[in-house]
Each structure stands twice: as structure tokens, then as C-alpha cells.
């Protein structure tokens, strides 16, 4: 059968996944592990780092910098010959920053010194990976999904607002690769709980464009999840006039999109894999069957392709202790009916 990022080729985009660093054998969604890089070699055309480009990993202290872990998934990806995504230049919220930049000393002119780290940051790495990556998550969930404003940090503090932080993100990656995609990257979703946070991203990605904030694309993160007991078809016939109105309202500011982590949960669904398979992948189906009906969407990556190493692992467990089902391939790396329902959004007319 066809990979998934063939299925994609026909319609001009690209089918990837998160990846990470572990070392050689270690039991990981790593390039590392020869079980888990064969589904990234069989379905993928353009990978992401799921933790290892984060300020945590490639910025220990404020005065230093770490690739070792990153330039070897970018090593494999070049010897696959595999596109890579930047994920990301900043993770706007306090508890994403690493230690250190909440106890920095900003000295006597913090606006310059937040305006110098920030910079020398977008500049280090983007500049190290240029050549090779094309498209970057800028900027990382800045909105707060609970009242929709804006996030703060030391950084910022310093700076002088949130505002004017993520403007100087984009424009500071805008001069280091003016060819680049940048994605201002968010979870947003579908699920009516989300209009608050709907709402906080619109009025930012129209701050962007008032400002004249050189900004591509909306990084769709698509963790979607089925938490209500009805039917999916009713879910999603529910949920989607909302949907289609954020999408029509941030496409018709000039903003691409891409799906940038898609997993489903199904946290509440019953134990029985058969049915919980079907109803998810049902339920990705429908939300793909939107998302795919706006010419501007570009790429969809999956947040792993193997349930046995999704970060959903580790949290909410449900409530009978088995194991989530998020991917397109169960925990023994066999191909699952989402696979399927991706493949299928793929060849949509
Ligand atoms: O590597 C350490 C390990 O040494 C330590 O023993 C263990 C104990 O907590 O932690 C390990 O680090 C964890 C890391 O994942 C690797 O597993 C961190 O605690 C944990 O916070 C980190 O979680 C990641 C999370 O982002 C925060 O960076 C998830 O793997 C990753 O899937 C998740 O990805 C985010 C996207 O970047 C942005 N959008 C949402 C998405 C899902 O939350």
C-alpha cells in the first residue's frame, strides 16, 4: 500500500510525525529505535522534534548551547531524506521556560538584555538549521485557554509585554530565513470548551496583521478527543459550524494552516479496542473532513506514530488503567483505523 506521505504527494502536501532522541535501543518513539523509525520511514515525509529543540533541551544556561541530541535526529533525517520541522523557537508560557530565565539577572536595562536573549536565541538556532528546515513553530501556545489572554514571563516582563515579545519572535525569524513558514502553533480545538481559547488566538492573529507581524501560518495542533457520550457523527455535526467559523475567520485573515500534532483521545470510551478504534477514527474523520475542505491547509503530522510512546501515556490515566490508543499504530507497531481515516482525508476529491 501506499505510505501516507505518497497519499499526500498527489495533493501537493506532506504527511509527518513527531520523533525523538534516545539512546541506540532504548524503548522510545526514537530514530533510534529500529521498530519505531521503520513507521517513520514507511508513512512519513517530514518529521518533528517532539521535546529536543525546546529552550529546556538546546539551552541549558543563558550563556550556553546544546545540539548534540537534536543534530542527531537531524542526521537521520538527512540520511533518510526526510524534511524536518523547527518546533519551537518559544514556548510562550512561564512553567515551558527553563529555570534559569525565571531567575535571570536582566541588569540595569531589562528591556535590552530580554531583547538580546530572545534574539540571540531565534538567531542561534534557526541559524545553525536554516538550511535544512523550512517551516518553524515560532511561537508555542502563548494563549491561555482558559480566559484566552495572553501569557506572561520573566522574558516578557522584561521586554515589556507578551505583545511585543512574539512580534520581535516573528520578525526576528523573518530576517534570519525570510523564506521560511512561520507558525504561530496552538491546541485550539474543535470541542466546545475551546471557545474561550478560540477566541484569544483570533485576536492574536489579528494583532499580528494590524501590526504588520510577519506570520504564515496557523499551526493547527489537532488533539482532538471524544469526551462526550454520544455518537460521533452528532459530535461532529455539532461542533462543526464553530470550527468552520475560526477556520473561515483565520484563513480569511491570509493565514495557511497546518496540522501540526494530530492524536485523538478517548479517554471515556469504553475498554473493547475494536469499537474504541472505530469510534476515534470515525471522530478523525469528520474533523479531517473540515480541516481538508480549506485549500490553505498545507501539511498534517501526527504527534507519534505509535500509541506505545504518546506523551498521553502519562497523563489522565483512564479510570480502568489500560493503555490510550491516540496513534496510527498500536502499541505492537500494527496499523490501526485511524491510519486509515488519514489515508482517507488523503484522497478525499
Ligand atoms: O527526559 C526526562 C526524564 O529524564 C525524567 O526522568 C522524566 C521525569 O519526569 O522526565 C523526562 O522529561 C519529560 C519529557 O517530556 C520527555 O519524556 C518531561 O518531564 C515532560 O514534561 C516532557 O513532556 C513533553 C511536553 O511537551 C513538555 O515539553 C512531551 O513529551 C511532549 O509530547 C509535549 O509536546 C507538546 C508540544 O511540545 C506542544 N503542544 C502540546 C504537546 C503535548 O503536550
Redo the contacts with the bound molecule.
Sequence with gaps: TASLNQAARKRNMRFGSAYAWSPPGADAGSFANPDYAALLERDCGILVP??EM?W?AVRPSATTFDFDRFDAMMDYATRQGLAVRG??LLWHQPK?MPAWERNHDFGPDPKAEGKRLLIEHIRTVMGRYKDRIHSWDVV??AVSNQDGTLYTTALSDAIGSAEATLDLAFRTAREESPDAQLVYND?MSWEPDNAEHRAGVLKLLKGFRDRGVPVDVLGV?S?IGIFEDRPVDQLAADYTPEWRDFLDRVTGMGYDLVIT?LDVRGDALPADVTARDRAMADYAHAYLDVMFAYPQLRDVLV?GMCDKYS?LQNRDPRADGRPKRPCPYDASFRVKPLRGAIADAFARP
Design positions: 517532539e521535546n525546546k529546556q518546533h519551537n515551558w508555542n501556545e491546541y495542533q488533539h500534532e504527534w506523551w
